[in-house]
């Protein structure tokens, strides 16, 4: 499809349990943005990539997350040691490049992710 | 700090028009952004304002006055299947990232 794709559509997974995320984002589109939205809130920023470098992490909530993008396309953000506070829809989004007038985030269908 | 306030509910009648209110204080700024979310899924986007003035796209308009820090998503002849969440969104102009800073979304049900 011409869409953003993400892998697994939901995941329930054990808490202490290490989990991983995928994103395909949108073919020749150089940023990658991963964001998280949790029961009853807007969305939050993670981690930005443009190309493999990811110049900005400012959101990761704590040294568990970390993410990583190769080839300039597929995305996975790594979680470890899950926490219940961790549960929540994790959306990828890509765009043709950053900043530019315009240039809207195409988003992904996201991952629901359950920590029990 | 970065702040972004729209109202969390609304409800409206089909057939009518209904305006969503979004109110922003941030540290930088680079366009503002509406996008669409219906229950379990992705965003759609819906608009972009950079300049301030009223921007129209078939039945939603979307306005931005960057002196006030506002915005307003207006949806004219309301269907059933305009009843979702929409989310306003800021894009960030620090370290040219391109980041998007949402609001929390205003859950819009639309009744017949």
């Known amino acids: 499809g011409a869409g953003v794709s993400q892998s697994p559509s939901n995941k329930v997974t054990e808490k202490g349990k290490d989990v991983e995320l995928r994103c395909d984002p949108i073919?020749?589109?150089?940023?990658l943005y991963w964001y998280r939205q949790s029961l009853g809130q807007g969305l939050e920023f993670l981690i930005y990539?443009?190309?493999?470098?990811?110049?900005?992490k400012s959101g990761l909530p704590s040294d568990r997350f970390s993410a990583e993008r190769t080839g300039g396309s597929v995305s996975t953000l790594t979680i470890q040691r899950t926490q219940q506070e961790d549960s929540a829809v994790y959306l990828c989004?890509?765009?043709?490049?950053?900043?530019?007038?315009?240039?809207?985030?195409?988003f992904g269908p996201g991952t629901r992710l359950t920590v029990l | 700090g970065q702040n972004i306030d729209q109202p969390t509910e609304m409800t409206a009648t089909e057939g009518a028009i209904v305006q969503i209110n979004c109110t922003y204080q941030?540290?930088?700024?680079?366009?503002l952004f509406w996008y669409q979310q219906h229950a379990g899924e992705a965003p759609t986007f819906l608009s972009y304002?950079?300049?301030?003035g009223l921007e129209e796209k078939g039945r939603f308009s979307s306005f931005l006055s960057r002196s006030k820090g506002y915005s307003y998503l207006l949806l004219k002849e309301l269907q059933m299947k305009d009843s979702a969440s929409y989310l306003c969104?800021?894009?960030?102009?620090?370290?040219?990232?391109?980041?998007?800073?949402f609001g929390q979304g205003t859950t819009l049900q639309v009744k017949p």
């Open positions: 073919s020749g589109h150089t940023a």
């Open positions: 304002n950079v300049l301030d």
């Open positions: 969104a800021v894009r960030d102009r620090s370290g040219n990232t391109g980041k998007l800073i």
């Open positions: 941030t540290s930088g700024f680079n366009g």
């Open positions: 990539f443009q190309g493999n470098s990811a110049p900005d």
């Open positions: 989004a890509s765009s043709p490049q950053q900043g530019s007038r315009g240039n809207e985030q195409f």
